[in-house]
């Protein structure tokens, strides 16, 4: 089992700049993978951006591309997403993720951001 847990949302001015931190526990030596999702109030959750443990290739949803960064610190079992640029329709509930396998099986439990225009 791994256990994720989010921080680093709040409020912020359309144009501001954001960071969320996700820490990683318990069987960290099974992920291949931590991504970033999120969820805005009456739509499906979408994916955001995601990057592999080992290589630290990563993935970005078009949205967003250009304006927030995925990153991810081996020894601190660690991902970061550094959000800036930020436009009100990026206000949703982010929700970290892990995946052993080929889909996302672990899940945090999400940290709201708000952006204000």
């Known amino acids: 089992q791994v256990q994720l847990a989010e921080s680093g949302g709040g409020l912020v001015q359309a144009g501001g700049s954001l960071r969320l931190s996700c820490a990683a526990s318990?069987?960290?030596?099974?992920?291949?993978?931590m991504g970033w999702f999120r969820q805005a109030p009456g739509k499906e959750r979408e994916f955001v951006a995601a990057?592999?443990?080992?290589?630290?290739?990563?993935n970005y949803a078009d949205s967003v591309k250009g304006r927030f960064t995925i990153s991810r610190d081996n020894a601190k079992n660690t991902v970061y997403l550094q959000m800036n640029s930020l436009k009100p329709e990026d206000t949703a509930v982010y929700y970290c993720?892990?995946?052993?396998?080929?889909?996302?099986?672990?899940w945090g439990q999400g940290t709201q951001v708000t952006v204000s225009s």
């Open positions: 318990g069987h960290t030596f099974s992920m291949l993978a």
């Open positions: 990057i592999t443990w080992a290589s630290a290739g990563t």
């Open positions: 993720a892990a995946r052993s396998s080929g889909i996302w099986d672990y």
